[in-house]
Structure formats: C-alpha cells, structure tokens
C-alpha cells in the first residue's frame, strides 16, 4: 500500500533551520506531484509549498516564500522541505501528501486534489 513518511521535524531556536522529509512508496513517485501542508493547535491545515511531478515548477504560500524550499528526489522517492529563517508562527505538525498529476500546479494549495497523506511530523518553533 501506499506510504508517506515524513521525518525530521524537532524544536528549533527563532531563526534556526530544519529540513524536512517525506519518503514515499507503494507508488511510483515519478508521476505524482507532491506539496507540503502544515496545521498549527486550533487552526485549519493550510498549504505550505508543492512541486510537480517533473519538478521543474514549484509554488509556495506567500508566508514561507522566500524561506522555504520544496525539492524531490525521484532515485530516492524522498520530497524535501528546507526551512530557513524559522519563525514561531512556523510552529505546526507538517504534513507531506501526494497528487497523482491530475491538476496543475496552480490547484495544489487545494488539500482536496492529494490522494496520499503521511502522518505528519511536529515542528516547534520557540526559544
């Protein structure tokens, strides 16, 4: 079956760095595309950054632009989320999900479109 597994979520000082995982199997990886999601205490899951299945498009939310970068691996069926300049707001339980080429990226920030979740992985942001 199907599985997305994100790691490398941890707490992290203001200004500091993490970059996160999701390895993926049971599919092939090389036709999905694939975003990041994020969801912080109270507050809905909302999009963080996706990348096409070529990877040669990405597109982020306005509050991680400029700051985060989405990147994959297909030799490794890993995506990748490096997050620089960490702020508190950034503190959420993020989540990896996959899309199986049917919208352009245009459509990604909409969770409704993924097929495929991963269990999420915490990332606290705080001094």
């Known amino acids: 079956q199907v599985q997305l597994v994100e790691s490398g979520g941890g707490l992290v000082q203001p200004g500091g760095s993490l970059r996160l995982s999701c390895a993926a199997s049971?599919?092939?990886?090389?036709?999905?595309?694939m975003g990041w999601f994020r969801q912080a205490p109270g507050k809905e899951r909302e999009f963080v950054a996706a990348?096409?299945?070529?990877?040669?498009?990405?597109l982020y939310a306005d509050s991680v632009m400029g700051r985060f970068t989405i990147s994959r691996d297909t030799a490794k069926n890993t995506v990748y989320l490096q997050m620089n300049s960490l702020k508190p707001e950034d503190t959420a339980v993020y989540y990896c999900a996959a899309e199986r080429g049917k919208i352009t990226i245009a459509a990604m920030p909409i969770a409704y479109w993924y097929d495929y979740w991963g269990q999420g992985t915490q990332v606290t942001v705080s001094s």
């Open positions: 049971g599919l092939t990886f090389s036709r999905y595309a």
């Open positions: 990348i096409s299945w070529s990877g040669s498009s990405t």
